[in-house]
């Protein structure tokens, strides 16, 4: 059967769709993945065929525009500066799709690919599985990002009454360009949400995420929407595309010359000022006796700040799921894919929100017990130490470690999705 697997986003969007293609692949299956343009060459390694699909979300993010949004940290900016691209980049990305999709006999998308793959598939009238990486569809127990303060207690009806809202108002925003797909493969205009969409095509809604993450919701959701677990990159993919332990062992040496150290990943936080916030960690360190492993994730950084103090250790882009067991807690952005790692290696975790569905993540790991939450613009030094302070607390440690076992035994997500996917294309 051939798959195609449209992916945009950032990495943690990217990987898990990799994860998967590897896997339909040795099931037999035919696969093909849509990645942004900067994410081409990362599939290639892992060793799947690639087509560019979509825009470098990266690049956005980097942007002025988009580092003024994203330490605004408002939802609703983002959003708009998202539909902004969109306009600019929907005719393209619409060809895009068209073009990777001919031939395919299944899709295999994601929470930001489905509006156009639920198009496409009805187009081409093939089955499709859409993944979700957050919460997002209609329930009683979690608010839509950005709605209300994450902290906030609401009643059900409210949060079915917001995920109503938010789902007429990304119909009303993303519709013309959706029907402007439809124009192109000869399908009528529509102006039915997604979410009802899938819904009366029976298309099943998979969730990446471990139910331990999000309690109650599972019992609520049941069967229409399975949380499969998260899914994991086999080591012979990370090994491809160089991250295998060889490859880290300057880092492992550092790592293991000392104490455990905290690490600290700034992912897609608009850090503007690294000096600044280096010096934070610095203090941090000599106040309490710690060690800071440091990443910038690839961002650009002056090769003069590197030098930091002799418990402080600057690198770029690294393996979380082979560094965290070496540590002793992180400091993150709160993205669903690095959280999971930090989380599955026992590490209470400090999440410093940015905006989507980050400040959800930040409220649960509170709520759980196993992490802290500071809001990135609420982000100085005290507040820093404050929370690092709090995940360093023993009794946090055993609970994260406890938590850790549970994401542990749940295993890997991969072959429950690759089963749904089989038996979805052969109803």
Known sequence: MRILIPLVGSRGDVQPGVALGLELERRGHDVMIGAPPNFVDFVARAGLTARQFGPDVH??????????????????????????????????????LIDISKGAEMIVCTTFSEDRSAI?????????????????????????????????????????????????????????????????????????????????????????YDPAFVPGLAQEWGSSRPMVGFLWLP????????????????????????????????????ILDFGSVLGMIEHICDRTGERALVSVGGAHLDPALRNTSDNVKVVDTLAHDLVFPHCRA???????????ESLRAGLPTLVCSVSFDQPVWGHQVEKLGVGAHVPFTKLRADTLGSGIDTILDPQMRLRAEAFGARLQATGDGVPRVCDIVEKTAAR
Not at 79 to 93: G, L, W
Not at 248 to 265: N, R
Not at 330 to 340: Q, R
């Open 59 to 96: 690049a956005l993010y980097s942007s002025p525009e988009g580092q003024r949004a994203l330490a605004a940290g408002s939802t609703f900016k983002l959003m708009s500066m998202v539909s902004k691209q969109m306009s600019e980049y929907a005719d393209r990305m619409d060809d895009e």
């Open 120 to 208: 496409v598939s009805e187009a081409l009238g093939i089955p499709m599985v859409t993944l979700h990486t957050y919460p997002c569809r209609k329930n009683s127990l979690y608010a839509p990002p950005g709605s209300v303060p994450a902290n906030w207690t609401v009643p059900g009806v409210f949060n079915r009454v917001a995920w109503s809202a938010i789902e007429r108002l990304r119909t009303v925003v993303f519709g013309k360009y959706l029907n402007n797909l439809r124009g192109k493969l000869d399908l009528p205009r529509s102006w039915a949400s997604t979410e009802s969409t899938l819904a009366g095509r029976n298309v099943p809604e998979l969730q990446m």
């Open 235 to 270: 080591q012979s993919a990370r090994a491809a595309i160089g991250e295998s332990a060889e490859d880290h062992a300057e880092v492992l040496q550092w790592v293991d010359g000392g104490t455990p150290p905290i690490f600290f990943g700034f992912g897609s936080m608009p």
């Open 330 to 340: 992180a400091v993150h952005h709160g993205g669903i894919g690095t959280l999971f």
